[in-house]
């Protein structure tokens, strides 16, 4: 019987051991699999998302009602430094109770990252407003989402008129 020398031996489990990782390497050219850099977490955006996808991301398939009668949104038809625009958002719905309010999103259209804000409610809340400032990048709607505990999505949308970008414009298609 031939015995392994102890070199024998290591020089085999180093040669093993980069054979191994040569080939976890390789199997991701071969087989491709998702684009880890690409993919996003539930809930988080991808660089330069499109509002469709981030509408798409945020709420699914589900569809929205007309919101007007349930959430008033104060915003300037026409706002001088998009760097800060104000938006005041009051809303009648319950924030406790079978179908009560538990999200208010604010999404602008043509941001580069169009979800601005998203608020959360509960019964110690009170009630649901919301006073802030936002960024825009160029004239857009911005639409204020409201999301309830069974799943209902209110929306009112309002057009602003920007002059003076408040940040940096999407890559244009």
């Known amino acids: 019987m031939g015995a392994c020398s102890l070199q024998d031996r290591r020089w085999f489990l180093r040669r093993l051991a980069v054979l191994v990782a040569g080939f976890g390497v390789a199997k991701d050219f071969v087989i491709p699999g998702p684009a880890t850099g690409q993919t996003s977490q539930l809930g988080m955006p991808l660089p330069d998302e499109l509002v469709e996808a981030t509408i798409k991301r945020l709420f699914g398939n589900r569809q929205f009602q007309r919101g007007d009668d349930k959430i008033k949104v104060e915003l300037p038809q026409i706002a001088e430094d998009g760097g800060s625009v104000a938006i005041g958002i ?84």
């Open 90 to 173: 009051d809303s009648s719905l319950p924030v406790s109770g079978a179908a009560a309010l538990s999200h208010i999103y604010i999404v602008a259209d043509k941001n580069r990252r169009p979800m601005l804000a998203k608020f959360s409610f509960t019964p110690e809340s009170g009630r649901a407003l919301v006073a802030t400032s936002i960024r825009l990048a160029t004239s857009t709607d911005v639409r204020v989402v409201a999301e309830l505990s069974d799943g209902t999505l209110y929306s009112v949308t309002k057009p602003v008129r920007v002059t003076i970008s408040g940040c940096d414009l999407p890559p244009q298609s």
